[in-house]
């Protein structure tokens, strides 16, 4: 999922103009990328429990590598799956 895809998905689910939900939408992203950056640990149900493993640093970039750990109960979007919603995959693969 991108980020413009995530607002569109917002937008749609709470019915809040698009105005209004991208800018608390980047700015929820850039505390997220923050604390994922000083290495913090993220309890956000129900995405589940973000716990970092280790990190690596590259010319450019951080690599961090970490598990998630949701409730059978968050997965209640997965009611949704089937030949005409198959299931996405959270990220892309790098090239």
Do not use: C, H, Y
Request: charged share 35%; aromatic share 2%; proline share 5%.
């Amino acid at each position: 999922m991108k980020k413009k895809e995530l607002i569109e998905a917002v937008v749609e689910r709470s019915g809040v103009r698009k105005k209004f939900a991208k800018p608390a939408i980047e700015a929820m992203m850039e505390v997220l990328g923050e604390a994922i950056a000083e290495g913090r640990d993220l309890n956000l149900p129900p995405m589940g429990k973000i716990k970092q493993q280790r990190t690596k640093e590259a010319a450019n970039v951080r690599v961090t590598v970490a598990k998630i750990r949701q409730s059978k109960e968050a997965g209640a979007a997965k009611d949704l799956e089937g030949p005409e919603n198959p299931k996405q995959g959270v990220a892309e693969a790098a090239e």
